[in-house]
């Protein structure tokens, strides 16, 4: 089972950026869609944004035009760019492929605070 390592989350002011980092222990080419998720307290998760193996991404409303998702299948890693960051957009902020999340199997997340 393909284990994912998230990175790059910090403090941030309102309208800054952060680019996030997942790193997977094992191949992700075999996954069509890698999927970035957020989650804050007493909330459910959510899915942020998706990017496929030939580069289509999706995003939830709230992030669209803001949020950037890539991935590098060489290197085994997922990306997600954060720019114009706002108090909302404050969570743990995972990876994930869908039949891990489906199954409830996370990792550890990256925490994104963003606040003046």
């Known amino acids: 089972q393909v284990q994912f390592v998230e990175s790059g989350g910090g403090l941030v002011q309102p309208g800054g950026s952060l680019r996030l980092a997942c790193a997977a222990s094992?191949?992700?080419?075999?996954?069509?869609?890698m999927g970035w998720y957020r989650q804050t307290p007493g909330k459910k998760r959510e899915q942020v944004a998706g990017?496929?193996?030939?580069?289509?991404?999706h995003y939830a409303d709230a992030v669209k035009g803001r949020f950037t998702a890539s991935r590098d299948d060489a290197k085994k890693a997922v990306y997600l760019r954060m720019d114009n960051l706002q108090p909302e957009d404050t969570a743990v902020y995972y990876c994930?492929?869908?039949?891990?999340?489906?199954?409830?199997?996370w990792g550890q997340g990256t925490q994104v605070t963003v606040s003046s």
């Open positions: 994930n492929e869908p039949q891990a999340a489906a199954n409830d199997n």
């Open positions: 094992g191949s992700i080419d075999m996954f069509y869609i």
């Open positions: 990017v496929t193996t030939d580069g289509h991404t």
